[in-house]
């Protein structure tokens, strides 16, 4: 890091090299964070334990974890029986699940009183998509939550200093969304630009996650070179992040967890 002083608004930078959101980080028991540019983020654990990923392929599919999944051991979901899906949700304790990402944004989902956790993996076609209000519909149908109990993060994504799209992405959202216009803008340069915060935060609003319940950490992973892998900016050569959630016992989520 080249400015071990800088000042992150909402966020902080770990010891251990990895950010958090202030606003999520009041919950005794609940942890969540977010690699910066570090070699084999796959092969991170938490608390001890390995998280439980998907094979993600930029769609819309929610798995919800339980006991009893099928490959789930105390070591996460096992290379081979991972699954396709972009979004993952559960009740269980211990059980850490994430998403990797370099661009897309990583959303986690906290509902603090009802034990339960959630994170999603948002793309400009996941986010056309609904990921998130469809991870908050899976969340009401399966664990009653209603979306005041959720509390969300947004983590470092492309900014729409550096995300031009094409008219077509426009369009797609137009048909969906009839604020599109206001996270879709033309730029000086003419082209369009997707802000994925934006259009998240304002899916998320329109769900009916309290607006003081939302937290960006507002970090362009394009421009933070310093920071972050940026698919764009290597070309889809370089490295991922990783962006996690779980519920682990206090008394384990106050040592150090990673
Ligand atoms: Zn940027």
Not at 38 to 57: E, I, M, Y
Not at 96 to 106: G, M, N, Q, S, Y
Request: glycine share 10%; aromatic share 8%.
């Amino acid at each position: 890091m080249k400015n071990p002083q800088e000042i992150f608004p909402g966020a902080e930078l770990s010891p251990a090299g990895f950010f958090t959101l202030t606003g999520l980080s009041r919950f005794p028991g609940f942890v969540h964070g977010f690699t910066r540019k570090v070699p084999d983020a796959g092969k991170l654990q938490v608390a001890g334990r390995k998280p439980v990923f998907l094979h993600q392929v930029h769609g819309h599919r929610i798995v919800a974890v339980e006991k009893s999944a099928a490959g789930l051991s105390p070591e996460g979901i096992t290379e081979d029986k991972r699954v396709p899906g972009d979004a993952l949700i559960t009740d269980v304790p211990g059980v850490i699940l994430a998403i990797r990402v370099a661009d897309c944004l990583p959303v986690v989902f906290l509902a603090p009183e009802k034990g339960v956790v959630g994170i999603a993996h948002a793309g400009w076609r996941g986010t056309q998509a609904r990921i998130a209000e469809k991870l908050i519909a899976l969340g009401r149908e399966r664990y009653r939550l209603v979306p005041e109990d959720l509390w969300v993060g947004l983590g470092p994504a492309i900014g729409p200093c550096c995300y031009p799209v094409g008219p077509e992405v426009r369009e797609a959202f137009r048909v969906d969304f009839s604020d599109a216009d206001d996270y879709i803008t033309l730029a000086l340069d003419g082209s369009l630009r997707l802000d994925l915060i934006q259009a998240n935060q304002s899916q998320l609003r329109a769900a009916g996650v309290p607006a003081d319940q939302i937290f960006p950490i507002s970090l362009c992973t394009f421009c933070r070179d310093d920071h972050f892998y940026s698919a764009r900016r290597e070309g889809g050569k370089g490295g991922r992040q990783v962006a996690w959630v779980g519920m682990i016992p206090v008394s384990v989520a106050e040592k150090k967890i990673l």
